[in-house]
Nanobody, 125 residues
Framework: QVQLMESGGGSAQAGGSLRLSCAAS????????MGWFRQAPGKEREGVAA???????RYTDSEKGRFTISKDNAKNTLYLQMNSLNPEDTAMYYC???????????????????WGQGTKVSVSS
């Protein structure tokens, strides 16, 4: 099992940047697949980015080139660097984790069993 705590959310102007962090404790996060998901008001939760235990990454087409997912294994921390923000990025962001996920399904929220509290991102136009 692993415990996850997201932070770094806040308010930003369109075109600005934010860096989200997710601190992991308990089981070593380096052995887990991890991802960033978001849920906007009135919308379904969607995958944004994911990283495997070996460091391979996946992004949704809309976020590729703007967002970067990374891990610092020494600090047991996951990051999401978000650049060129737009109002459509406004959402609650979560960083789920799990041990075994097929690579083709790492952006499906039903594959993850461990979730944090989330951190809120608000982008104004």
């Amino acid at each position: 099992q692993v415990q996850l705590m997201e932070s770094g959310g806040g308010s930003a102007q369109a075109g600005g940047s934010l860096r989200l962090s997710c601190a992991a404790s308990g089981d070593a996060s380096s052995r887990y697949y991890m991802g960033w998901f978001r849920q906007a008001p009135g919308k379904e939760r969607e995958g944004v980015a994911a990283i495997t235990s070996g460091g391979s990454t996946r992004y949704t087409d809309s976020e590729k080139g703007r967002f970067t997912i990374s891990k610092d294994n020494a600090k047991n921390t996951l990051y999401l660097q978000m650049n060129s923000l737009n109002p459509e990025d406004t959402a609650m962001y979560y960083c789920p984790a799990d041990r075994y996920i097929q690579y083709t399904r790492v952006l499906n929220d039903d594959e993850y069993n461990y979730w944090g509290q989330g951190t809120k991102v608000s982008v104004s136009s």
